[in-house]
Nanobody, 126 residues
Framework: QVQLIESGGGLVQAGDSLRLSCVVS????????MAWYRQAPGKEREFVAAVAWTGDRTEYADSVKGRFTISRDNAKNTVLLQMNSLKSEDTAVYYC???????????????????WGQGTQVTVSS
């Protein structure tokens, strides 16, 4: 059974950094495109960042470009999201998602995601 488990969330102040991790088990991780989404209270889930299954392409939402970095470590079945210069508007539950052999651009579309983690809360105080 496929499992995605996020960690690394927490309460920080504006301007701080956090690194989220998503550990995946149950399938050939290297064949899956991976993405991060987030959902703030009262809002729809939105795309944050993605890395292609080949590892050679990344995509970012305009709101996080230049501040967040997504990366993957196939040896550890892990995808990371380094978040710098955090803002109050980054407050949300962050979800890790996966889709077989998905290119990064396709992962911008939420319906492309087949597997989801349970989410990790990020709260940024101003």
């Amino acid at each position: 059974q496929v499992q995605l488990i996020e960690s690394g969330g927490g309460l920080v102040q504006a301007g701080d950094s956090l690194r989220l991790s998503c550990v995946v088990s149950g399938y050939m991780f290297s064949r899956y495109g991976m993405a991060w989404y987030r959902q703030a209270p009262g809002k729809e889930r939105e795309f944050v960042a993605a890395v292609a299954w080949t590892g050679d392409r990344t995509e970012y939402a305009d709101s996080v470009k230049g501040r967040f970095t997504i990366s993957r470590d196939n040896a550890k079945n892990t995808v990371l999201l380094q978040m710098n210069s955090l803002k109050s508007e980054d407050t949300a539950v962050y979800y890790c998602g996966a889709s077989l052999e998905a290119p990064a651009q396709a992962l911008r579309i939420m319906h492309t995601i087949v597997y989801w983690g349970q989410g990790t809360q990020v709260t940024v105080s101003s």
